[in-house]
């Protein structure tokens, strides 16, 4: 079945650790994001590319870092320089299907600094 | 520029309607709609094309007005199942990424 995998589900972070988040995609989408989102919010961008080894920031991309070797893959780092990292963080991926993109989403893993 | 969503939050009785109406200050090409169950990742539901007609998903339907830029998601009959925040993505253009709403929670009670 082709989709989004994000692990792990939740992760738990010591002050000052750096930790990585996993996104993998095997629907051949060339383009894929992360996003942010906060308890009742909606979602901030952090960083997207739109082709491999090419990234761009996004709305929130302070205290985070990205990488973008494989298609498939997009890990996001969260370092110790992001002050307030407790979240829902959200991969997503997609492709231009004519007439429009198709975007969709994995299934989200929760940080929590302890 | 973020779309606006509203309202930004309904309560409904079990079988009654709801519209979740999702505005731009920009010309728009399409309007994408998302349904997040809480701690859940966002489901696609539907999309909607400039120029393109009225598209319905079971008892969801939604309507592009290109003369307001404006999209409105109608719930109709609404089940408890529905519970939820609806998220709008919107597209300047073919391709280009999506911007999305700050989301309207909706609350479907027995």
């Known amino acids: 079945d082709g989709g989004i995998t994000q692990s792990p589900k939740y992760l738990f972070r010591k002050e000052g650790q750096n930790v990585t988040l996993s996104c993998e995609q095997n629907l051949n989408h060339d383009a894929m994001y992360w996003y942010r989102q906060d308890p009742g919010q909606g979602l901030r961008l952090i960083y997207y590319s739109q082709i491999v080894n090419d990234f761009q920031k996004g709305d929130i991309a302070e205290g985070y870092s990205v990488s973008r070797e494989k298609k498939e893959s997009f890990p996001l780092t969260v370092t110790s320089a992001q002050k307030n990292p407790t979240a829902f963080y959200l991969c997503?991926?997609?492709?231009?299907?004519?007439?429009?993109?198709?975007?969709?989403f994995g299934p989200g893993t929760r940080l929590t600094v302890l | 520029q973020q779309p606006v969503q509203s309202p930004q939050a309904v309560i409904l009785r079990e079988g009654e309607d709801a519209v979740i109406n999702c505005s731009s200050s920009?010309?728009?090409?399409?309007v994408h709609w998302y349904r997040q169950k809480h701690g859940e990742a966002p489901v696609f539901l539907m999309i909607?094309?400039?120029?393109?007609e009225q598209k319905g998903h079971e008892k969801i339907s939604a309507s592009f007005n290109e003369k307001k830029q404006q999209s409105s998601l109608y719930l109709t009959a609404s089940q408890l199942s529905y519970s939820g925040t609806y998220f709008c993505?919107?597209?300047?253009?073919?391709?280009?990424?999506?911007?999305f709403g700050g989301g309207t929670r909706l609350m479907v009670k027995p």
């Open positions: 920009k010309a728009l090409y399409s």
């Open positions: 997503a991926s997609s492709s231009y299907r004519d007439p429009g993109i198709l975007q969709f």
């Open positions: 993505g919107t597209a300047l253009a073919a391709g280009n990424m999506l911007t």
């Open positions: 909607l094309l400039k120029g393109g």
